[in-house]
């Protein structure tokens, strides 16, 4: 068993007139790991997942899947690994049976056991009354447990999990969460799962790579990620520019350096104050808070923190 | 915007030789993706018959009539079965190239990156796409022969010439279906490919002798004529069932060896097959990649 699932190193890709997409990534999955790519639209998740799974070429540097070069020996990277697009990727003419049967051929796997896998996955997914219609009639939901049970069929070693979740509505999407806990913990299988979703980034994933205009600039456990930032942040919002509030919460000694400013919404992390003295400070100051409130951070303070962006907003 | 370093997690150790999945044989690949298309090619009933109407009608309809009209060709060729072996001219190029649109509704709809994913090379795809369009056209042209038969058309069946008229059908069709699938892999609307046929599948059609033999254009379009596939693949097609003598590939060659010249047209379809083909193959590749 290879322990380095995905290497990845200086991976580049600039599209036809121009546009980096991906600038430059250095990252690795171990054997059995969740990754995540957290960020928002645009990011360049999709076509980081793209060139792992060889479908777009890179532009530049390296990548490695169960250590086969993707743009040397990509028939055997892809022999060890399966996607799920974000976007839907079934014949529609075809039944559900048929879609996962053409995958099990196409990735080698044996007439009985392909049989004897389809039944158990389609029993797993709850596909078991769907199988037999055409594709073309399913729901956005049971079409994408229908491409999670297809990319599973071959057994990968790594299944890169594109977006699984986006366009569907809140209660499909918590259950395929709850489903692909499940696979996490039935599959031996190294996961990279990309999403702009955090509660997904940090119920699944034991490592986060928060990426951001093609490039990676935070890598951490969530936990790690969020610890960061403390157990609890003060969140108002300010008459006029936040940014100009944290300068004068950091004039009357207030610990500035994770706080972040947005617009006119301060986050103050109270790792090393508390609530009463940024309050007092902003007071002393002359500035005037409204809607205040205080919660346990979260990945998107995280990504905020780093970017300057908010990840739903960007989405 | 602070940067974090990427460590990897310490338990990570260099690996020895790595040990591939399974591959697929090639005849298994192959015939896996022919079986894909053969699938949906027939839950798309359409794609069967549209193709094969217009020249049906040619063939049963405006045949007979021309030949009526005009007297026929005043050789030993029968004119109405002149004009059944050259509608195969237009039978086959529409027969492809609407094969080749399901390429493109592959592209928008259907399962291509699933396909391009697949521990497969990507030259299966385009392969195993042309297995079924080859059949779909082989089973269209048998469709449209047995119906002019039926209508009273001779065709001088022998071994050898069922042997020319099967290469030179099959060469045809391969070299066409390789237009077909460039065009589908270069194009990126529906609408668009469709817009090309015309220029495609029919044009040639009415240049390379199909209803009439080649000499009877101005001389300069019929030294045009002759650099076409469709003229040489038309002329081994009625040497083969209603031209013994070879009269359209003396035509093309000018030689007295008609099975000399027989071969000389059956390689230049050949090289425009093989050619489009590996063409096909390769912009499909590298469009399909991005």
Redesign the interface.
């Given at each position: 068993?290879?322990?380095?699932m995905v290497e990845v190193n200086g991976l580049r890709k600039t599209?036809p007139g121009g546009v980096e997409a991906v600038r430059g990534l250095?990252?690795?999955i171990?054997a059995g790991?969740v990754f995540g790519l957290l960020g928002p639209n645009g990011a360049g998740k999709t076509t980081t997942v793209?060139m792992l799974?060889?479908?777009?070429?890179p532009s530049a540097g390296s990548a490695r899947i169960?250590?086969?070069d993707v743009a040397r020996q990509a028939?055997?990277a892809?022999?060890?690994?399966?996607?799920v697009?974000q976007n839907a990727?079934?014949?529609?003419?075809?039944s559900g049976r048929?879609?996962l049967m053409?995958?099990a051929?196409?990735?080698?796997?044996a007439p009985r056991e392909a049989s004897t896998r389809i039944a158990e996955l389609v029993d797993a997914l709850g596909l078991g009354a769907l199988v037999d219609r055409n594709a073309g009639s399913y729901s956005g939901g049971e079409r994408r447990r229908l491409e999670i049970a297809?990319a599973l069929i071959?057994r990968?070693?790594v299944l890169f999990l594109d977006e699984p979740t986006v366009g569907l509505d809140p209660r499909i999407r918590h259950e395929l969460l709850d489903l692909l806990a499940d696979v996490r913990g039935r599959e031996e299988t190294t996961i990279l799962l990309t999403t702009h979703y955090l509660e997904e980034a940090q119920r699944l994933c034991d490592?986060v790579a928060i990426i951001?205009r093609g490039q990676?600039?935070?890598?951490?456990a969530p936990d790690t990620l969020l610890a960061d930032l403390g157990r609890e942040v003060l969140e108002l919002r300010v008459g006029g520019e936040a940014s100009l509030a944290r300068a004068a919460l950091g004039a009357h000694g207030v610990p500035i350096e994770t706080a972040f400013a947005v617009g006119s919404t301060l986050t103050v992390p109270l790792q090393d104050t508390s609530a009463g003295d940024v309050m007092a400070a902003l007071d002393q100051a002359g500035v005037t808070a409204s809607a205040i409130s205080s919660r346990r951070p979260t990945l998107d303070d995280v990504y905020l923190?780093?970017?300057?962006d908010r990840l739903d907003a960007a989405a | 915007?602070?940067?974090?370093t990427?460590?990897?997690?310490a338990?990570?150790?260099?690996?020895s030789?790595?040990?591939?999945?399974?591959?697929?044989?090639a005849a298994?690949?192959l015939a896996?993706?022919a079986g894909?298309r053969a699938?949906?090619t027939s839950?798309?009933p359409r794609q069967i018959a549209v193709p094969l109407l217009g020249p049906l009608l040619l063939a049963l309809i405006a045949a007979p009539a021309l030949k009526q009209a005009t007297g026929g060709l005043r050789s030993h060729i029968d004119y109405a079965a002149f004009i059944d072996i050259g509608t195969i001219g237009l039978l086959v190029p529409l027969s492809c190239i609407f094969a080749g649109l399901s390429v493109i509704i592959d592209r928008e709809?259907?399962?291509?990156?699933?396909?391009?994913?697949?521990?497969?090379?990507r030259a299966y795809l385009v392969l195993g796409n042309l297995a079924v369009a080859l059949g779909l056209a082989a089973l269209q042209v048998v469709v449209l022969l047995a119906l002019a038969a039926l209508r009273g058309a001779h065709f001088t069946i022998t071994a050898s010439g069922l042997a020319w008229f099967v290469a030179a059908t099959l060469l045809f069709s391969v070299f066409i279906y390789g237009v077909a699938e460039t065009l589908a892999s270069r194009v990126h609307k529906q609408e668009d490919y469709i817009a090309a046929i015309p220029a495609v599948a029919i044009l040639p059609f009415f240049f390379a002798g199909a209803l009439f033999p080649i000499g009877a254009m101005p001389a300069a379009l019929a030294t045009i004529a002759k650099f076409m596939p469709l003229t040489h693949a038309l002329a081994l097609m009625r040497y083969a069932f209603v031209d013994p003598r070879g009269t359209g590939l003396h035509a093309i060659w000018g030689m007295s060896n008609v099975t000399v010249e027989a071969w000389l047209s059956l390689a230049v379809v050949a090289v425009f097959a093989l050619a489009l083909t590996a063409i096909s193959v390769r912009v499909f590749s590298r469009s399909?990649?991005?």
């Open positions: 068993m290879h322990d380095r599209y250095d990252f690795e171990a790991e793209g799974s060889t479908t777009i070429a169960a250590g086969f028939i055997e892809r022999s060890v690994s399966s996607v697009f990727v079934v014949d529609r003419n075809l048929a879609n053409l995958h051929r196409l990735w080698a796997v297809r071959s990968p070693r490592r951001h990676i600039v935070a890598l951490e923190r780093l970017t300057g | 915007m602070s940067t974090t990427l460590t990897p997690p338990d990570l150790a260099r690996p030789a790595p040990s591939a999945g399974r591959i697929p044989s298994r690949a896996t993706l894909r699938a949906l839950r798309t709809q259907g399962a291509q990156r699933e396909l391009l994913s697949a521990p497969v090379p399909a990649v991005g």
